[in-house]
């Protein structure tokens, strides 16, 4: 364990070198020169009090030369003090924000795949208290290194003054390292432990939050309290019981170096009478053990952080190492604003299972499908069909277990990720909205997107007529996960957001079923004439249940657990498929029995957060 937080340190020196300098030559200055104070206290002493004491006169010259050793010292301490806490802080916050960022990168670098396997609350844990935890041994550490320099001269100047003194020197020094160490293996697995314990109660905490919904209205507040004060009691006695440790330890580690000065005084007082050294040496080495015994508690400090910090850094390394990444290719596609084409070919694919060990069930089998330049196709199929994977594959959050899916002929593996953003956009079923303004939820800081092409972009989504009506216009902002706005509303602010980037390919995934009917069916036919300045409108691949809009699409391809069972237009369909027939007419009915029973937002706007329950 001391060994992997050595490593740790190690690569704390690597990645700050300079300033780890800068702190280090403080910690040194400030070592040399306690070593040098107890020298010269142990001179005035012996050439400055004693002789006063015993004539009862001293020399002017004598006590001014003392006054300005002594002071010169200080002064120099506070040079170094200020040195080391100024590096010591510096390397320290700096490598915290160094890792934030590389953590939260990552983050977003990782597929997919790897987000489903991983809870929001231990990633917020992982980029915070794991970061903090695992660079807190470097606040001490500069003393630490110093301390040990002094240490070495401690030992050095006792050899030079006294064997006899030295040996104490040689039996305390040791035992404090000695002490230090069992107490850091003790700690390490209270510090681990904790450190898991906060990551689950953050967790917890996340998930009940972001459940405040199914809470409230499930009347689970009392299960859901009961389930973080378990876990919140579990990291109280956890870190109880690193405090308990600590108070046996602390006070050992504070004892040791002042028995060193006890037994200085002994031994020292015998090789007094021996006449071995003088009173000045006595006061100098039982001084030196004095002002030593606080430096010495850095070394433990460093120590007993050790296991914390491998704990913290286990659980960053973790998501630096992560694999599964997918690596983009190299290949651009023009943006001429043409439409894209878009094949599936003999795509079989299947989830990760959320154990390694159980084995992942196929989703897709021999998925094979064009959407040909400027058409529309509609993917139609029963709940768990596979719809919302296919739309991830067409986009890329996911790769295919086998066959290929491809933008113009070109493999998507094989494109930039820039090329495959700016190609290809995928509307997703649960909208997502950032805490901003409509502005910025729609242009995402894109280049080129000015308020013109934000306007465009939400009258195709038939969306500027409510947009024109907020109070703030472009500038109001929508509430975190865009509360302050309707079901319907969010669907339609997410597609502007799509296409605003004028892609060359959009997947509609289930994206207005939050929407009036007759606006879905006014957007589709939007979305199918050309933008202006487009010389084409863009490819569609949209999953669709409404009769209307289905029969928007030149092709419908029909799915069932994961297979294309059937593909043509909606009317060949009707008319041979008997499952396609049954799915559309029950999804009809339900639409006629929605339709008497349920306004749509735009006639009167339902409470936020409900319609997406209602609509399910
Ligand atoms: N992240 C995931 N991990 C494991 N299995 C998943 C995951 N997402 C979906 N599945 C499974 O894959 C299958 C297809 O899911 P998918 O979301 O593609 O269906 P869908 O056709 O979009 O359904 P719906 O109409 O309800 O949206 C389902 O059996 C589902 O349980
Ligand atoms: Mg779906």
Redesign the pocket.
């Known amino acids: 364990m001391i060994q992997r937080g050595l490593s740790i340190l190690g690569r704390a020196i690597r990645e700050q070198p300079r300033i780890f300098a800068v702190a280090v030559a403080g910690s040194v200055l400030f070592g040399g020169l306690v070593i040098a104070s107890a020298y010269v206290v142990g001179a005035v002493v012996g050439d400055v009090v004693v002789p006063a004491v015993e004539s009862g006169e001293v020399g002017t010259g004598t006590l001014a030369l003392a006054a300005v050793a002594l002071f010169g010292i200080s002064v120099l301490r506070v040079v170094g003090i200020f040195g080391r806490r100024l590096g010591a802080g510096y390397m320290q916050f700096r490598l915290q924000a160094a890792y934030r960022r590389r953590v939260t990168r990552r983050y977003l670098d990782l597929p997919l795949s790897w987000h ?1 396997r991983n809870a929001t609350g231990t990633l917020l844990s992982n980029a915070n208290s794991d970061v903090e935890a695992a660079w807190y041994p470097i606040a001490p550490l500069p003393f630490a290194v110093g301390t040990l320099v002094m240490l070495v001269g401690a030992v050095g100047s006792l050899f030079a003054t006294d064997w006899a003194l030295a040996l104490v020197g040689l039996a305390v020094f040791p035992a404090l390292f000695a002490l230090n160490v069992v107490y850091s293996r003790r700690m390490a697995p209270r510090q681990a432990r904790a450190q898991r314990l906060r990551a689950e109660v953050s967790g917890i905490a996340h998930e009940s939050f972001d459940g405040a919904l199914v809470v409230k209205t499930m009347g689970r507040e009392a299960q859901e309290t009961a389930r973080f004060a378990g876990r919140a009691g579990q990291l109280r006695d956890a870190l109880i019981s690193v405090g308990r440790l600590r108070g046996v330890f602390d006070p050992l580690l504070e004892t040791l170096p002042s028995l060193g000065t006890l037994a200085v005084l002994v031994v020292g007082t015998i090789r007094l009478r021996q006449g071995a050294i003088s009173v000045t040496e006595l006061v100098s080495v039982a001084f030196l053990f004095t002002v030593l015994a606080f430096p010495v508690r850095a070394i433990g400090w460093v120590l007993a952080e050790l296991p914390r910090s491998v704990a913290g850094w286990d659980r960053v390394s973790r998501v630096l190492d992560a694999t599964g990444e997918m690596p983009y290719g190299d290949v651009a596609l023009a943006d001429d604003g043409t439409p894209a084409t878009l094949a599936f070919t003999d795509v079989h694919f299947g ?1 990760a299972p959320a154990e390694a060990h159980l084995p992942g069930a196929q ?1 897709l089998g021999e998925v094979t499908f064009t959407v040909p330049a400027g058409r529309t196709v509609a993917l139609v ?1 029963p ?7 296919i739309a991830s594959l067409a986009v890329r959050l996911v790769d295919p277990d086998s066959g290929t899916v491809s933008l113009d002929g070109v493999d998507v593996r094989r494109l930039t990720a820039g090329s495959l953003a700016s190609t290809a956009a995928l509307v997703a ?1 649960v909208p997502f909205v950032f805490d901003d303004t409509v502005r910025a939820n729609i242009s995402l800081d894109r280049p080129g997107i000015d308020d013109g092409e934000v306007w465009a972009a939400l009258r195709l989504a038939e969306a500027d007529g409510f947009v024109a009506a907020l109070p703030d216009g472009l500038d109001t902002m929508v509430g975190e996960r865009g509360t302050s706005l309707s079901g319907g509303q969010r669907q339609r602010l997410t597609l502007a957001r799509a296409l605003a980037g004028r892609p060359r390919l959009l997947v509609l995934d ?1 994206a207005t079923s939050a929407v009036d009917p007759r606006v879905e069916a006014a957007i589709l036919a939007g979305l199918r004439s050309p933008a202006p300045g487009q010389q084409a409108a863009a490819s569609i691949l949209v999953v669709a249940y409404r009769r209307a809009t289905i029969a928007l699409a030149d092709e419908v391809i029909y799915l069932e657990q994961g297979r294309v069972l059937a593909r043509g237009t909606h009317s060949e369909l009707l008319a041979t498929v008997p499952g396609y027939v049954d799915l559309v007419t029950a999804y009809e009915q339900a639409e006629q029995e929605r339709e008497q029973n349920r306004t749509y937002d735009e006639v009167a706007p339902l409470p936020s957060g409900l319609e997406i329950e209602v609509d399910r």
């Open positions: 489903h989830y989703v199929g709940t768990g069909a596979g719809k919302s994977t079923q289930d």
